[in-house]
């Protein structure tokens, strides 16, 4: 089956300018996170959807972060403006529906540089 | 916030040593998983134990799960120059959104040849 895909790979912008990023899950898979990964640090949850419908943003910084999930399958999550604190990696996953007890199926993300 | 807490932050071994990592949380949990992560890459799923299991194994991986101490550890037994990776933990949570994985601060792993 064909993994998680996300794009651009980088990208570089200055603070202030916006930029978005777009993910397409596994096929199937109704359950779609957006992290946030600093270097040297762990991913953080930033969204969750289920199908097009919000499961948790408790960490998403709502004054400059939004996110989608229009038709349940593609999404796009996107900063506006940047702060040179967003740089970081932003990771996409998926999941079969909400099982617990399943893992997560990972992109190779977007580096964001906020210069 | 950070569920998972993972010791050492650094590991470096020569090929053929046994790795060992540790992972303590904080809240109950309905499972526990780790991952790994080369570098520019995502993360891959190795392996996931349950609340009520207490040790799992997956080919050269082995992992025990301490919920009266809320800590786990994965051992990579006879290492490879290839097993140079990132490493971290994942809860999550019992009860509530138990779709929800928080990551620990990973254990970066350094195997020489």
């Known amino acids: 089956e064909a993994g998680v895909a996300q794009s651009p790979r980088y990208k570089i912008i200055e603070k202030r300018q916006s930029v978005a990023f777009w993910c397409n899950p596994i096929s199937g898979h109704a359950t779609l996170y957006w992290y946030q990964q600093i270097l040297g640090q762990g991913p953080k949850l930033l969204i969750q959807?289920?199908?097009?419908?919000?499961?948790?943003d408790s960490q998403l910084p709502k004054d400059r972060f939004s996110a989608e999930r229009l038709k349940g399958v593609d999404s796009t999550l996107k900063i506006q403006p940047a702060k040179l604190e967003d740089s970081a990696v932003y990771l996409c996953?998926?999941?079969?529906?909400?099982?617990?007890?399943?893992?997560?199926?990972f992109g190779n993300g977007t580096r964001l540089t906020v210069t | 916030s950070q569920q998972g807490e993972e010791d050492p932050q650094a590991l470096s071994i020569q090929e053929g040593e046994n790795a060992t990592m540790n992972c303590s949380y904080k809240t109950s949990i309905n499972n526990l998983q780790w991952y790994r992560q080369n570098s520019g890459r995502g993360l891959v799923h190795l392996i996931l134990?349950?609340?009520?299991?207490r040790e799992k194994h997956s080919g050269r991986l082995r992992v025990t799960l301490d919920t009266s101490k809320k800590s786990s550890s994965l051992l990579i037994t006879a290492s490879r120059a290839a097993d140079t990776a990132s490493y971290f933990c994942a809860t999550a949570t019992l009860g509530g959104n138990t779709g929800k994985l928080i990551f620990g601060q990973g254990t970066t792993l350094q195997v020489k040849p």
């Open positions: 959807f289920q199908n097009n419908g919000v499961v948790d």
């Open positions: 996953a998926s999941r079969p529906l909400d099982r617990t007890n399943s893992p997560l199926h």
């Open positions: 134990i349950r609340s009520n299991e």
